[in-house]
């Protein structure tokens, strides 16, 4: 007679594993004592690991070059990214019609955070990582942040440490596909990744063991905490710790991690509705070539729209310290003014809700996904039609100080977008209507959505992520 072990349901080794790294989230000192301590290092590794990134026109760029058709600037390897041209047809919205350059990159890299236990609590491997895009330089990064030209070597340049952790993952704890801004990358996903060990693990230079907690921590200070390791983040599972310390707001962030939280919508009634919505959805894009898009000039070496509004294409030529190559040339991505990404969240009987907004974006490629309350540009957002303008953006503006939860500065990704940065805000209201094109969900429900790709943009999960890292802290 073979008696065999028990094998726990998924859903209980799920919910098992949430509950560790929530308790790794109440966790404000581990192998890394303290924050103070772990800042200080920080100092300390930019002296040798850095990048500095001047703007060049394009035309200096080494190895890239117009393809022959005028169609896109590509790199002569045929690795790494495209910059093309492309047109959009969205007859349902604002803007019926325009054209863009946008980043052509169709491989799928990797994102992946690296976790062991120490002293019973679950620990994340991340990397202090310079990137030429990042305004302050260094940044946390994932324990990987690669592309696959990248981790193929078609940079010719030194490996990338602890890839192999994520090629033949030992326990996965998250491993989705998610895609990237729909407004500048065509149809871009990465594997956001959280893979656990046993085993011992070398700890490299500029790698550090921090806690949840503590990397939540580090979300509140500005341009911090990359947007790599905070879509991974989001991507995490977390339930309820019942440590809330007698805080309302605290205590209704808990239960709207729980499993049993009560929500507005059901789940189904939401996939339901954004299935309606991809279905509906009138959006066509068609390649443009880049050398002669409409509304958009080469001036100054770089590629600028004629109302100088959106964004920049510029050349940038990088030094490099502690990369895996020591300097090159590339085009990035410049983003014009601040932008701002914003969540309300509303208490609806005792569970905090959050309320996203459907948004299309031609680079998406499965059709519209949910996105914060508000995304917005208060420079471009001037000048297109009164329509465009996001329905809650007043009360976003106009929140009176004690309402705001979450308040920092983020950077976009620093490997593709130069000097980028977004204002993300979390926001207390009272319940409120839905506006057409928005639902309110729990955050249970934003991480079962989650587990699949395509649901949930960038900017909303960076944004989730920084309401995640309020968990078990004052709301006050």
């Not at 991340?126 to 946390?140: A, D, F, S, T």
């Not at 991809?278 to 880049?290: D, I, K, Q, V």
């Not at 959050?354 to 001037?382: C, F, H, K, W």
Request: with cysteine; charged share 20%; hydrophobic share 40%.
């Amino acid at each position: 007679m073979n008696i065999q072990t028990p094998v726990r349901p998924p859903e209980l080794r799920a919910e098992a594993g949430a509950r560790r790294m929530a308790h790794s989230a109440l966790t404000a000192q581990g192998v890394t004592p303290s924050l103070p301590e772990f800042l200080r290092m920080v100092e300390k590794t930019r002296e040798h690991l850095f990048t500095t990134a001047e703007p060049v026109p394009l035309s200096d760029l080494q190895g890239w070059r117009h393809t022959p058709d005028g169609m896109a600037l590509a790199h002569h390897s045929g690795g790494f990214f495209r910059v093309v041209g492309l047109s959009v047809d969205m007859p349902d919205g604002p803007v019926p019609r325009w054209s863009q350059p946008i980043i052509d990159q169709p491989e799928t890299g990797i994102l992946g955070i690296l976790v062991k236990e120490f002293g019973g609590v679950p620990h994340l491997l991340m990397q202090l990582k310079p990137e030429p895009g990042n305004r302050n330089g260094l940044q946390l990064s994932p324990t990987v942040q690669a592309t696959r030209s990248n981790y193929t070597g078609v940079h010719r340049g030194r490996g990338v440490p602890y890839l192999e952790y994520f090629l033949d993952p030992p326990r996965v704890l998250a491993d989705v596909r998610q895609s990237e801004q729909g407004a500048w990358f065509l149809r871009k996903r990465n594997r956001n990744m959280v893979v656990e060990t046993g085993g011992d693990v070398e700890v490299r230079e500029g790698f550090h063991w921090l806690t949840l907690g503590q990397v939540n921590a580090l979300l509140a200070v500005d341009d911090t905490v990359n947007m790599d390791s905070r879509t991974v983040l989001s991507c995490l599972p977390l339930t309820r710790t019942g440590a809330v310390g007698g805080d309302a707001f605290g205590a209704a962030l808990d239960r709207s991690l729980g499993p049993d939280a009560d929500a507005l919508h059901p789940t189904t009634d939401i996939l339901s509705w954004i299935t309606g919505a991809r279905a509906a959805a009138r959006m066509a894009t068609a390649p443009a070539a880049l050398r002669d898009l409409p509304g958009w000039h080469r001036v100054d070496g770089r590629i600028s729209h004629e109302e100088e509004l959106f964004f920049d294409v510029i050349g940038v030529r990088v030094e490099a310290s502690g990369r895996e190559v020591d300097h090159w040339t590339q085009p990035m991505i410049a983003a014009r003014g601040t932008g701002l990404v914003a969540l309300l969240v509303a208490d609806f009987g005792g569970v905090l809700h959050v309320l996203l907004n459907l948004r299309a974006e031609p680079g998406l490629i499965d059709g519209p996904e949910l996105g914060p309350t508000v995304q917005y540009t208060s420079d471009t957002y001037a000048r297109l039609p009164a329509a465009a303008r996001p329905a809650l953006l007043d009360r976003v503006l106009d929140a009176p100080p004690e309402s705001i939860r979450f308040d920092a500065v983020q950077s976009d990704e620093g490997g593709r977008f130069y000097h980028t940065v977004n204002r993300h805000l979390v926001i207390e209201t009272e319940p409120l209507p839905e506006p057409p094109g928005h639902r309110w969900v729990t955050l249970r429900q934003t991480q079962d959505l989650l587990r699949h790709s395509n649901y949930l943009n960038v900017q909303a999960r960076s944004a989730l992520a920084c309401l995640r890292g309020l968990l078990g802290r004052s709301g006050g």
